[in-house]
């Protein structure tokens, strides 16, 4: 079936650096793309969404790329802090419908 | 105002017993989720309900979950039978209100099932 995945599990940064999360999605009729955030013991929080008529985003210290050909999506985080160690799932729908599908999921490691 | 509540944060039963999960959602938000997630694992849906609309239970393992929404507000997940590969994180979400009205999903913090 269709389905979302992550090129990588674990992500090992120094805090301060750069982050760049990746995911690469399945369905080319998704147009709509959610990054989210999990910390340890919480539900997921949504962090930044993209259009498919976009193909960058940006937030506060966040920034999405959707590239459409290759149906893959970034999140990139500036100045990672330890307080971004978490793990971080993309999703992917279509407008219009309700469901969101997850990716496995990215675990973001910041040390001090 | 309050976020989406869940009860209880954790739940550790016998293979073969029934269990209830439940969901507060946010006030007002007239969608409700429910997603199992296994260790280490993503979100897996299970069950959608979208006001008085018939819920979409195309997620749902087996026969022996089931949900229910009472009122528009409150939702229980209910696993009978229950085995150890239901042993997961049961979250649940809602949406409804905001500038991304239903596709932005509100977390609660899950009932962590174990099942001995």
């Known amino acids: 079936g269709e389905s979302v995945g992550l090129h990588l599990p674990t992500l090992s940064v120094q805090e301060g650096d750069n982050s760049i999360i990746n995911c690469a999605y399945s369905n080319s009729a998704s147009d709509y793309f959610i990054w989210y955030k999990q910390e340890s013991g919480k539900g997921p929080q949504f962090i930044i969404d993209?259009?498919?008529?976009?193909d960058k985003r940006q937030g506060q210290r966040v920034t999405v790329l959707l590239n459409k050909t290759v149906k893959h999506l970034s999140l990139q985080i500036a100045a990672t802090q330890p307080g971004d160690s978490a793990v971080y799932f993309c999703a992917e729908t279509r407008l219009g419908f309700q469901k969101l599908v997850f990716g496995t999921g990215t675990r973001l490691l910041v040390s001090p | 105002g309050a976020g989406v509540s869940q009860s209880p944060s954790n739940k550790v039963t016998e293979k073969g017993k029934d269990v209830e999960l439940r969901c507060d959602p946010i006030?007002?938000?007239?969608?409700l989720y429910w997603y199992r997630q296994s260790l280490g694992q993503g979100l897996e849906f299970l069950i959608y309900f979208q006001g008085n609309s018939a819920p979409d239970k195309s997620g749902l393992p087996s026969d022996r979950f089931s949900a229910e929404r009472t009122g528009g507000s409150v939702s229980t997940l209910t696993i009978q039978r229950t085995q150890q590969e239901d042993s997961a994180v049961y979250l649940c979400?809602?949406?409804?209100?905001?500038?991304?009205?239903?596709?932005?999903?509100?977390f609660g913090p899950g009932t962590r099932l174990t099942v001995t």
């Open positions: 979400a809602s949406s409804g209100r905001g500038a991304r009205g239903i596709y932005e999903q509100y």
């Open positions: 993209i259009r498919s008529n976009m």
């Open positions: 006030s007002g938000h007239t969608a």
